[in-house]
């Protein structure tokens, strides 16, 4: 028997590692081809997303304290998972926020007027734009003292004029802001994939006019 096919041999070991090689390249491969269509599936055209064609979003990759940026109508959009600690800290921001029950009804649709502003407390839908002056607000999610605010609890920073908003896009009292960051109507279709543009099948109060 050659030696360098019994199986146990220092050539077979070679083999083995580039057959498991060769077959990882061949399966990254396969998800790619897999993955483009099923991704161009769910793409609107960009004149359609101006119009404000709804977009589905996937946020299986999203990670507790990260945030995705999308736009919709031609603006960003902010998504945020929101950990237990995150969550925790809106409560206590209730005396810090100029409108803590989000009773502005211009700024979320009925079912994000709640203490976390969203369908899902852990996650988190907002209209990346300033009701300033339009600017984004940078997300400054860790909960402990900043440059710009010894208290900060996480949240959003608008480094322009200094606007400051908690981790539901509430806005602190006595800033250049006068409201809540906009949530846009949006539902989910399942755990991993929600939907900007669109209301829950159960709420059409609010819709995407
Ligand atoms: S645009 Fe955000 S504070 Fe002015």
Same mark, same amino acid.
């Given at each position: 028997?050659?030696?360098?096919?019994?199986?146990?041999?220092?050539?077979?070991?070679?083999?083995?590692?580039?057959?498991?090689?060769?077959?990882?390249?061949?399966?990254?491969?396969?998800?790619?081809?897999?993955?483009?269509?099923?991704?161009?599936?769910?793409?609107?055209?960009?004149?359609?997303?101006?119009?404000?064609?709804?977009?589905?979003?996937?946020?299986?990759?999203?990670?507790?304290?990260?945030?995705?940026?999308?736009?919709?109508?031609?603006?960003?959009?902010?998504?945020?998972?929101?950990?237990?600690?995150?969550?925790?800290?809106?409560?206590?921001?209730?005396?810090?926020?100029?409108?803590?029950?989000?009773?502005?009804?211009?700024?979320?649709?009925?079912?994000?007027?709640?203490?976390?502003?969203?369908?899902?407390?852990?996650?988190?839908?907002?209209?990346?734009?300033?009701?300033?002056?339009?600017?984004?607000?940078?997300?400054?999610?860790?909960?402990?003292?900043?440059?710009?605010?010894?208290?900060?609890?996480?949240?959003?920073?608008?480094?322009?004029?200094?606007?400051?908003?908690?981790?539901?896009?509430?806005?602190?009292?006595?800033?250049?802001?006068?409201?809540?960051?906009?949530?846009?109507?949006?539902?989910? &279709?399942?755990?991993?994939?929600?939907? &900007?543009?669109?209301?829950?099948?159960?709420?059409?109060?609010?819709?995407?006019?």
């Amino acid at each position: 028997m050659n030696p360098a096919s019994d199986g146990d041999g220092p050539d077979d070991t070679g083999r083995r590692k580039f057959l498991t090689a060769t077959t990882a390249v061949v399966g990254a491969v396969g998800v790619g081809f897999a993955a483009v269509p099923f991704i161009k599936s769910w793409s609107p055209s960009e004149r359609a997303k101006q119009a404000g064609a709804p977009i589905k979003v996937d946020i299986s990759a999203l990670q507790e304290a990260q945030q995705l940026t999308v736009a919709w109508r031609g603006k960003p959009h902010y998504i945020v998972r929101r950990s237990k600690a995150m969550l925790a800290t809106l409560p206590e921001m209730d005396s810090t926020v100029l409108d803590p029950k989000s009773s502005n009804e211009g700024q979320q649709p009925k079912y994000a007027q709640n203490e976390y502003r969203s369908i899902k407390p852990e996650v988190l839908v907002l209209e990346a734009v300033c009701t300033h002056l339009g600017c984004a607000p940078e997300f400054v999610p860790e909960i402990k003292p900043q440059p710009f605010y010894e208290d900060w609890k996480g949240g959003y920073f608008c480094p322009c004029h200094k606007s400051k908003y908690d981790l539901a896009g509430r806005v602190f009292k006595s800033q250049p802001a006068p409201a809540n960051l906009p949530v846009p109507p949006y539902h989910f &279709i399942d755990d991993n994939t929600l939907e &900007i543009g669109v209301d829950p099948a159960s709420d059409k109060s609010t819709g995407a006019a």
